[in-house]
């Protein structure tokens, strides 16, 4: 095996807040659908969120979903359908050749809170606190979630990596398929988060939670008017194998990773640096032996918050600024932050351009902050392009971990 | 507390632990584990559904008279009495 080994994407599955499926999503994205909502969150009352709507029966048994967590059957969910679209039902999978990777921005927060509940109703008695807690804490809950009911045997872990967690799950994959660990690995991320009070005080009390008296335009990167994030749950799983193996069974290739790089600011704990964010960039564009103006489409990170969507546009400009072909666009203004999951769903929201050669638009964008002025940022419309053939998708995450994913259509 | 009511009551608690059991045909002469899919795990849960609701505690060493309706029910039975 060789570091040079070709990866390809052979099929994706997802949840997301506006749709259950890549067509749903790409079709949402193209559409203008927001899938921002009000709902209730202990102790918080009504907050604005992205929540998911998949059948989690769908692959799950009672029991087992009552055991485990939202994370988990996000990640069995996701799991399942990329394997189904990749054309590998279980029973053509070699179990101990299947490694499970997913990214996390953390995970253990819903539970524990849930459990703090149940024993405040009986007089925080301890003797009442769940001994599922643990095994649904656990790190690696959800990849282990994942490796239980599909009864895989290769390895299975989480990759805390904060927002950038998305496209580290997928990058781990990479790896390990180039190190001959696995031959198949079911790489992304997944986030729990709306049901944890504590994830939408923390961003309140840091000022960055967003508000707007209409959900679906709450989310607004780039705008001037942006006052924060949404928080939103969601997963995206990517099947991820070296190219000969896929061409050897005749598989469908999505597309193909052409290159990645993850670096660390060493700065701050939540703003991130834009001259390690252009490294990054840099980085990926130089292992995938490209030029900036090689990329399509740039799908931003910008979670709407003042300063940290600046930041970003710094870094893009810096790399990007002379590329007059090169779109731009967000994600997170129709579906909020998805956390741990917001870098694989962002992804696979826009390889879906690989097809239908449109870039998705950033929606709620009605007043273009001057300091976020980038070319070609695609507003409300979709933009139609001659061709598209390199993506590169970025995620950030707080205590400065910066990832880029550079993706190629196929074409042998 | 009526046996009815004492068996309906650990029917209850087995159909929140285990919701994709059919319980229409419990025997209750014949362990809960030979015609449910129940392990450890879920009679950890069924212990702990019987602290919160009734705050009953099953010392470990009593767990084995939880095994059939039947023995729960006559293990249950005195220390049920006073609950509506």
């Known amino acids: ?412 | 507390m009526g046996e009815q009511r004492i068996r309906q009551i650990v029917l209850d608690i087995i159909s929140l632990v285990a919701p994709d059991a059919d319980l229409s045909n419990v025997r209750d002469e014949v362990p809960l584990r030979e015609q449910l899919e129940l392990d450890s795990m879920d009679f950890l849960d069924i212990v702990m559904e019987l602290r919160k609701r009734y705050r009953i505690e099953v010392p470990k060493e009593d767990y084995p008279k939880l095994a059939s309706l039947a023995s729960c029910v006559a293990y249950l039975g005195p220390q049920l009495q006073g609950h509506a």
């Not at chain 1, 279980?90 to 509940?117: Q, S």
Request: glycine share 10%; hydrophobic share 40%; with cysteine.
């Open chain 1, 1 to 412: 095996m060789a570091y040079t080994d070709r990866v390809v994407i052979t099929g994706v599955g997802l949840a997301a807040p506006n749709g259950n499926t890549p067509e749903e999503f790409r079709r949402a994205l193209l559409t203008g659908v927001s899938g921002i909502t009000r709902i209730e969150v202990r102790f918080m009352g009504p907050v604005l969120a992205g929540v998911c709507r998949f059948d989690e029966r769908k692959y799950q048994g009672a029991k087992e979903r009552r055991r485990g967590t939202r994370a988990g059957a996000t990640a069995i969910y996701c799991c399942h359908e990329a394997l189904q679209r990749a054309g590998l039902p279980r029973e053509r999978l070699h179990a101990d050749r299947v490694g499970v990777f997913l990214g996390i921005t953390e995970h253990g927060t819903v539970e524990t809170e849930n459990e703090i509940d149940v024993i405040r109703q009986h007089d925080y008695d301890t003797r009442c606190w769940s001994h599922h807690h643990n095994p649904r804490t656990v790190a690696n809950n959800p990849a282990g979630e994942v490796t239980l009911n599909l009864k895989l045997h290769g390895p299975h872990y989480t990759i805390g990596a904060a927002c950038a967690a998305g496209n580290a799950g997928l990058i781990q994959g990479v790896q390990m398929l180039r190190l001959g660990e696995v031959d198949v690995a079911l790489g992304g991320g997944v986030s729990e988060a709306t049901g944890s009070f504590g994830i939408f005080a923390s961003f309140a009390s840091e000022g960055a939670l967003a508000e707007h008296e209409d959900p679906t335009k709450a989310s607004r990167p780039f705008d001037l008017k942006r006052n924060g994030i949404v928080v939103s749950e969601g997963g995206c799983v990517f099947v991820l194998e070296r190219l000969e193996d896929a061409l050897r069974r005749g598989a469908s290739i999505v597309a193909e990773v052409a290159g990645y790089a993850m670096n660390s600011d060493a700065a701050d704990p939540v703003v991130p640096e834009p001259g390690t964010v252009a490294a990054c960039m840099r980085l990926a564009l130089e292992r995938a032996g490209m030029e900036p103006k090689d990329i399509d489409i740039i799908n931003t990170h910008a979670t709407a918050t003042p300063v940290g969507d600046e930041q970003e546009v710094i870094a893009i400009n810096e790399v990007f600024g002379d590329c007059e072909t090169v779109y731009v666009n967000n994600t997170k203004s129709f579906i909020g932050h998805a956390m741990g999951a917001a870098g694989a769903l962002e992804l696979a929201g826009n390889l879906g351009a690989y097809e239908d050669g449109l870039v998705h638009p950033t929606i709620n964008l009605t007043e273009l902050d001057p300091k976020c002025a980038m070319r070609n940022l695609v507003i409300d419309r979709p933009q139609r392009l001659a061709e598209v053939d390199y993506i590169l998708n970025n995620s950030f995450g707080m205590l400065g971990t910066n990832s880029a994913v550079i993706t190629r259509r196929y074409r042998g």
